[in-house]
């Protein structure tokens, strides 16, 4: 059982930055590939980033490539979501999520706990 608490969501202008951070309870972090999804209001869930066990490897959608950084620290039991230029598109709802998967996923019926989510307010 792994508990995901994500933190570092809030209101930001267009073009600047945040950095989400989503703690995991438990000593078996880096057995879970970790992944960050956001959901905007009547929208479907929509795949943000993720990064492998080690952090060696990462994943991002078109939309997201070259401004979100995913990256984490397994001694801190720690993920985060770097967030730069941000655009009123990226408001939503920020979820962080663990997966048992073999493999780097992007796909969240694969990924088996899930954070309460923080919200993130671009302002144009």
């Known amino acids: 059982q792994v508990q995901l608490v994500e933190s570092g969501g809030g209101l930001v202008q267009a073009g600047g930055s945040l950095r989400l951070s989503c703690a995991a309870s438990?000593?078996?972090?880096?057995?879970?590939?970790m992944g960050w999804f956001r959901q905007a209001p009547g929208k479907e869930r929509e795949f943000v980033a993720a990064v492998t066990r080690s952090g060696s490897s990462t994943r991002y959608p078109d939309s997201v490539k070259g401004r979100f950084t995913i990256s984490r620290d397994n001694a801190k039991n720690t993920a985060y979501l770097q967030m730069n230029s941000l655009k009123p598109e990226d408001t939503a709802v920020y979820y962080c999520?663990?997966?048992?998967?073999?493999?780097?996923?992007?796909?969240?019926?694969?990924?088996?706990?899930w954070g309460q989510g923080t919200q993130v307010t671009v302002s144009s």
């Open positions: 999520a663990a997966s048992r998967s073999l493999f780097i996923t992007v796909r969240g019926y694969e990924y088996d706990y």
């Open positions: 438990g000593r078996t972090f880096n057995n879970y590939i």
